[in-house]
């Protein structure tokens, strides 16, 4: 299994303003996975960040809205750049065991007000 | 590219009753398929999965699920619905050779004294 930290666990932010998420986990994974869950709504894969590499983005969504970092091989940050109401959602971080395991973070639990 | 659709947004049963949720996959090649619960303020936690070998899985909390190739199904059950399995579930599904995991859009189950 994977243990994954997240922080924080939730924020109420000023719209225009950017927050950085951050994600922790025990263990060496080659790939992190940035998700975005709105109100009522399913999970929705943000990007891919693997280290030492830029991270891959899912349609939709794009660097300069979502910038990941990912410096090393157990962390990843997500920052939610000039917000507004609608970036109001939950975000979780999910690191992969093979393509059978995956394991999400407690998320993050954003407000723009 | 997957896709997963779980029919009915929301179920509603008796403690004591059958849970039965639902989810279909579309795919000409069986992926792999899971089932998350997310409870209230919480991440998501793997219930079951399948991956090969037998079609009835098993998982936590007196779930199992049956993966049935002819009807593209993974539907979910459980026998005895108890208060605690009030929450959030998803059902998700991988290509055999993708790392990317499609999230269906989720059934609110609520139990009833």
């Known amino acids: 299994s994977a243990v994954i930290s997240q922080k924080p666990s939730r924020d109420i932010c000023q719209r225009g303003t950017s927050l950085t998420i951050q994600c922790q986990v025990d263990?060496?994974?080659?790939?992190m996975f940035w998700y975005r869950q709105q109100p009522g709504q399913s999970l929705t894969l943000i990007a891919t960040a693997n280290q030492g590499s830029e991270a891959t983005y899912e349609s939709g969504f794009v660097i300069d809205k979502f910038p990941i970092s990912r410096p090393n091989l157990t962390f990843s940050t997500l920052t939610v750049s000039n917000m507004s109401p609608e970036d109001s959602s939950i975000y979780l971080c999910?690191?992969?065991?093979?393509?059978?395991?995956?394991?999400f973070g407690q998320g993050t639990r954003l407000t723009v007000v | 590219a997957q896709s997963v659709t779980q029919l009915g947004s929301h179920v509603s049963v008796s403690e004591g009753a059958l849970v039965l949720l639902r989810c279909n996959y579309s795919s000409s090649v069986p992926p792999y398929l899971f089932w998350y619960v997310q409870y209230p303020n919480q991440g998501l936690q793997l219930l079951l999965k399948?991956?090969?070998?037998?079609?009835l899985v098993k998982g936590i909390n007196g779930f199992e699920a049956e993966f049935k190739k002819s009807e593209t199904s993974f539907h979910l059950t459980k026998p005895s619905a108890h208060m605690s399995d009030a929450a959030e579930y998803f059902c998700?599904?991988?290509?055999?050779?993708?790392?990317?995991?499609?999230f269906g859009a989720g059934t609110t189950v609520t139990v009833r004294a």
């Open positions: 999910s690191v992969e065991r093979g393509l059978t395991e995956a394991f």
């Open positions: 998700a599904v991988r290509g055999r050779s993708d790392y990317k995991l499609s």
């Open positions: 399948y991956t090969t070998g037998a079609t």
């Open positions: 263990s060496q994974v080659t790939m």
